[in-house]
């Protein structure tokens, strides 16, 4: 029934016409099985750093179920009582946020950020400030305006023309810093670069800077010191709002509630997705300031004056309720101080592998999720071919654990291993995920 109905997401369905495809019917904890009985241990949370509070959570489970025959749905122009709840939980994590705008997606909560940015600018300044700047090697979404704002070529490939005003500025990966860049200081000098741009375009054309706190897709790189409050100062300076993409970092993550919190900046919206209710039910959140909000109270005129935006399934109540329980299970658990230790423990052993395999250029990472870039040559830095870490992943998937990679974002840095485990990992897990890449870097390198 799958080979011939199911259309899979990034996949090339021609070897399938060979191949049965991989069906995952089982989870528990951090393990998953597929239907011939093989048993994985999941470094990436459900492939996408997704699954943050592991598999087979009976308690959201029946705290769903009881929430939908009670009340499944009405649509969010209305309230109900687990998005309100949710919404009270969530700020609570998030000083100086105030007010939570529910969809479905990552992509769609950073459309809906964009739509309050091009909407504001309308508002307030006269049509102008429309612009929203991205930053090249994140990634914000797959729908056509979202990839307009991402900074992945690859993943962009025939599907232009793309939204007008989404303009980049340069990536900030230390590792491949931009020639001439300030290496000693090099986390301002890719800040000011962002200045540069907002310069070239006109400060009064940009709305946003859209930014995601550790890039996640593009290579699991966190800007060195000095970057983010630059960053602030900047969109201060020049009234852009900060627009900050928690899809990935969100709840719990790197070992904060969000990856920006690690940085001590005040972002005007965050978004957050995946880890929100860990799989359980789609939701995601577009989260303002009260500054934000304010600016759609208006009662000027009756046709235009609040957000003209809707999203069906924002009004499902499956999403809020997992996600308080999802929330309850990471502070009952210490599940943030989990990431924070067991993260230092992979940053360590990644480390050592680092020592004992030359191809091993640069090891990155914050809390559990943590990665390294393939290379052929350390002094040059140029990066191996994808097919490289296409095979470490396959022969870790044949030793029963699931490693992520860069799949075809870009045109050739696609050479990184990237892990995400549950937040729940233990020590013994962390040691299977090494033990596994030490064994296929060992055969294939
Ligand atoms: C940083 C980031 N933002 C947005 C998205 C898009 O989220 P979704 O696939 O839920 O639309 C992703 C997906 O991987 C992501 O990594």
Redesign the pocket.
Request: cysteine-free; charged content about 25%; glycine content about 14%.
């Given at each position: 029934m799958d080979r011939n109905h199911v259309w899979h997401h990034l996949v090339n369905h021609k070897p399938f016409e060979e191949n049965d495809p991989m069906m995952i019917v089982k989870g528990e904890g951090v393990r998953v099985w597929d239907a011939k009985g093989n048993e994985y241990l999941d470094a990436v949370s459900g492939a996408?750093w997704t699954v943050n509070v592991g598999y087979g959570r009976t308690e959201i489970a029946d705290a769903v179920r009881d929430q939908l025959v009670t009340m499944n749905y009405f649509a969010q122009s209305a309230g109900n009582i687990p998005a309100a709840k949710f919404a009270q939980k969530l700020i609570e994590k998030m000083p100086g946020m105030s007010r939570v705008y529910y969809s479905n997606?990552?992509?769609?909560a950073?459309e809906k950020a964009f739509k309050i940015v091009r909407q504001i600018a309308h508002k307030k300044f006269g049509g102008k400030k429309t612009k929203i700047l991205y930053r090249e090697r994140?990634?914000?979404?797959?729908t056509i305006a979202?990839l307009s704002a991402s900074g992945q070529e690859e993943r962009r490939t025939q599907y232009g023309p793309f939204v007008p005003d989404f303009v980049a500025v340069p990536h900030c990966c230390e590792y491949r810093a931009q020639e001439g860049a300030d290496l000693e200081n090099y986390g301002v000098w890719a800040a000011n670069q962002i200045e540069k741009v907002i310069l070239e375009e006109g400060p009064d054309t940009v709305g946003a800077l859209c930014l995601?706190p550790i890039t996640?897709?593009g290579g699991i790189i966190e800007a060195p010191e000095g970057y983010w409050p630059r960053v602030q100062e900047i969109c201060k300076q020049y009234d852009v709002l900060l627009h900050i993409?928690e899809?990935?970092c969100g709840l719990g993550r790197t070992g904060k509630w969000f990856g920006y919190q690690h940085y001590g900046i005040q972002p005007d919206i965050v978004t957050m997705?995946?880890g929100v209710a860990s799989g359980y039910a789609a939701i995601?959140c577009t989260v303002t300031t009260e500054e934000v909000f304010e600016a759609f109270k208006d009662d000027s005129d009756p046709r235009l004056g609040y957000f003209r935006d809707i999203s069906t399934f924002g009004g499902c109540t499956a999403g809020p309720t997992a996600a308080l329980v999802n929330m309850q299970i990471i502070e009952d658990e210490a599940l943030l101080e989990n990431v924070t230790h067991q993260g230092e423990y992979l940053r360590g052993c990644l480390n050592q592998l680092m020592e004992k395999y030359d191809v091993i250029g640069d090891v990155r990472g914050k809390g559990l999720f943590a990665g390294f870039e393939l290379v052929k040559d350390r002094n040059t830095k140029e990066p191996v071919d994808e097919t490289l870490p296409a095979a470490i992943a396959a022969h870790c998937m044949a030793n029963g654990v699931i490693v992520g990679r860069t799949n075809r974002s870009f045109a050739t840095l696609n050479n990184n291993i990237c892990l995400s485990p549950p937040l729940i990992a233990t020590r013994n897990d962390i040691d299977a995920i090494v033990q596994a890449l030490d064994n296929a870097l060992s055969d294939l390198t």
């Open positions: 996408v997606s990552g992509s769609e950073n994140d990634y914000h979404g797959t979202t995601e996640a897709g993409d899809v990935v997705a995946k995601s």
